[in-house]
């Protein structure tokens, strides 16, 4: 079935560095790729959509210039968290819509990523 | 507005009996999609079961299955014979078949199974 590696699944940062988290479909394409984010014990936000080709969609609230999106390929998108402060650590997953009639009708998430910041 | 609600932040079951999550949504979209997932404490998004607007039965995937009452606007999940291992976060989520498309999702329920 439909794969979405993420990678990393987990970093610890300094604050002020800049971390990327990437997500490739492995044997599909992902022309789109949903942004998650998640705070413990809470809901998955929807951060921005990625598009091959195309800039990212981001949802209102989200800073377009500390998180970074770019969907380099219709196999790759990452995430780029910059400046990162302990108030981005989080649990970040990709999800991208995957083959119509599939089995999970149509969503493939990443494993997530959790971001600690120090 | 919230799209999404699941009211019990937290549920207890006694092992092999059957447990209902509550969950209620609100779309203007006549066509629409309605998902609930597993998330285990790794964290990984767990595919559980799928319910489209215009089904006119509810879905069912070996124990898990969709209460769908779409004049309600509700779509529980049911889990039959809870075992241990269902013990996890529930979310319960929504596609609309317009606009981009992402799932919107609910709170979130976290089950414990007790022995």
């Known amino acids: 079935g439909a794969v979405v590696s993420q990678h990393p699944s987990r970093v610890i940062c300094k604050s002020g560095t800049s971390v990327k988290i990437e997500c490739r479909s492995l044997d599909f394409q992902a022309t789109t790729m949903f942004w998650y984010r998640q705070f413990p014990k809470k809901s998955l936000m929807l951060m921005a959509t990625s598009n091959e080709g195309s800039k990212a969609t981001y949802e209102q609230g989200v800073e377009k210039d500390k998180f970074l999106i770019n969907h380099a390929s219709l196999t790759l998108s990452t995430l780029t968290v910059t400046s990162a402060h302990p108030e981005d650590s989080s649990f970040y997953i990709c999800?991208?819509?995957?083959?119509?009639?599939?089995?999970?009708?149509?969503?493939?998430f990443g494993s997530g990523t959790r971001l600690t910041v120090v | 507005a919230q799209k999404i609600t699941q009211t019990q932040p937290g549920m207890f079951v006694q092992e092999k009996e059957a447990v209902t999550l509550d969950c209620t949504y609100d779309t203007s979209d006549p066509s629409y999609g309605l998902f609930w997932y597993k998330q285990p404490s790794s964290g990984e998004m767990i595919f559980l079961i799928y319910?489209?607007?215009?089904?006119?039965q509810n879905a069912t995937e070996g124990r898990y299955s969709l209460n769908f009452q779409k004049a309600r606007k509700s779509a529980n999940l049911v889990i039959s014979a809870s075992q241990l291992g269902d013990s996890a976060m529930y979310f319960c989520a929504m596609r609309e078949d317009t606009g981009r498309r992402a799932l919107t999702f609910g709170s979130g329920t976290r089950l414990q199974v007790q022995p």
């Open positions: 319910q489209g607007s215009y089904d006119q």
């Open positions: 999800s991208a819509p995957g083959m119509t009639g599939a089995a999970n009708y149509g969503y493939t």
